[in-house]
């Protein structure tokens, strides 16, 4: 047992306030809530728009790429993205070095949604009413959070 995190005793009360997979929980439900309308004005839902996200990050990634880089599996990650092209903002091509890549690039269309996007996001940042230097200190904070569970996964 690890000696550095106090045993919880059986008989103690729970209480779902103190709980900081509840607490993320929550503010990830926040988060969809303020999303949800401003997203559906651009026809995108927030995987979409985080795939979106990062290929205006940079273009021409591989499927294996965006998926690793959203912790989501290709049979999650390929209907998303077919819908996308459906809408006209990125192609599917495969890769003509190596066949059994298909490589994501954006559509005009796709670019021109990147200053209706960079809206919504300055949208969401303002209802955190966190300050920008606060903000990143968060995000580097969940971010070592995740990193430390993801070591504790089992194999």
């Known amino acids: 047992m690890d000696k550095r995190v106090p045993a919880c005793k059986p008989e103690a009360p729970f209480d779902l306030d103190e709980f900081l997979c509840f607490s993320v929980y929550a503010a990830n439900h926040a988060f969809n809530r303020i999303y949800h309308p401003m997203l559906r004005e651009i026809d995108l839902t927030y995987p979409q728009f985080i795939a979106m996200t990062l290929l205006w990050e940079k273009d021409g990634q591989t499927v294996g790429e965006i998926g690793e880089r959203l912790y989501l599996q290709s049979n999650t990650l390929t209907p998303m993205l077919k819908r996308l092209e459906v809408l006209g903002y990125i192609e599917r091509n ?3 070095l190596d066949e059994r ?5 954006i559509t005009a269309s796709g670019r021109k949604l990147r200053q209706r996007a960079f809206e919504i996001v300055q949208r969401v940042r303002s209802a955190t009413g966190l300050a920008d230097k606060k903000m990143k200190s968060l995000v580097g904070q969940v971010a070592t959070l995740r990193k430390s569970l993801e070591e504790k996964l089992p194999e």
């Open 101 to 105: 890549q298909v490589r994501i690039k």
């Open 94 to 96: 495969r890769d003509p």
